[in-house]
């Protein structure tokens, strides 16, 4: 049966096809999630615990650098962390090999994720606008990625290696919890890979009329202060760490201004025409 035109729909109707997009989506994380769940030594043994090991290439990175210029704080330059990771529930490995397989499957998954909610949307758009739809996916999934890997390969082993390596007392050992670990390393692969979307976000508001490039361009100065302090939140406390996390939020940011400038460009032309042709 032909899809009805976006016009004719009902608001039941719309409910309907928002459920199978849905329905679409979340069989793809879990078709996604129960191969992640199905090689447990690659997803752990290869990708989430690999920040722990001192082998691992920013602490490499980050060690040359350290010898280069001279720093006494020569921590990434270690042997081993002074840490063990350990599980004190009974159902704690089973629960954390689910929850991070799903995780997993929507990270693999994300360009169908937006696929499905980009057809969602689209009958509500021009047909020029549809024809961008390849485009749109790309472009954004390639920034997600981005962003998860750079919440992967920095924030991570930043995070770690300070929180791993801080103590009060020698009194006091580190023998930190798997759900501990992997929770901080979830959260700064997914949260890097939602701020790197933000060029997107900036190119709808600017689409809808909620912001243009003049109002991003007066309030910078506001983002910069909101931008280090979203450092700060996802980062060790430690100036070099914020820095090495707000540059590329910044880049987005300036990057989201052209393109809101852009968009606005954009609009105005179409306008005219409209002008023109009427």
């Known amino acids: 049966m032909a899809k009805k035109n976006v016009n004719e729909m009902s608001f039941l109707d719309h409910l309907e096809d928002l459920r199978w997009h849905l329905i679409r989506i979340v069989t793809a994380v879990v078709i996604c999630g129960t191969i992640a769940f199905c090689f447990p030594s690659v997803l752990f043994d290869n990708i989430l615990f690999a920040p722990q090991k001192m082998n691992f290439p920013t602490y490499q990175w980050l060690c040359q650098m350290s010898q280069f210029f001279g720093l006494d704080d020569m921590s990434f330059c270690a042997d081993s962390f002074p840490f063990i990771i350990q599980n004190r529930e009974m159902a704690g490995q089973f629960s954390i090999h689910i929850w991070t397989s799903i995780y997993a499957g929507f990270i693999v998954a994300f360009p ?29 999934s390639l920034l997600f990625f981005m962003g998860v890997l750079f919440g992967y390969y920095i924030i991570t082993p930043l995070s770690i290696n300070f929180l791993g390596t801080y103590s009060v007392s020698s009194e006091v050992s580190n023998e930190i919890d798997i759900s501990s670990y992997v929770g901080l390393i979830r959260a700064s692969v997914l949260a890097s ?9 900036i190119y709808f508001l600017t689409k809808v009329g909620l912001v243009t490039p003049q109002f991003l361009k007066k309030y910078r100065k506001f983002a910069l202060v909101i931008v280090l302090i979203l450092s700060a939140v996802i980062t060790p406390p430690d100036v070099a760490s914020q820095i090495i996390v707000a540059i590329p939020v910044l880049i987005l940011y300036e990057v989201s201004i052209h393109i809101s400038r852009i968009v606005v460009k954009n609009e105005n032309k179409k306008r005219k025409k409209n002008v023109r042709t009427s």
């Open 193 to 201: 890979g939602i701020i790197f979307e933000l060029p997107i976000l």
């Open 112 to 140: 169908y994720v937006i696929y499905q909610l980009w057809r969602f949307i689209s009958p509500g758009l021009t047909s020029k606008e549809r024809r961008t739809s390849t485009g749109f996916i790309i472009i954004s």
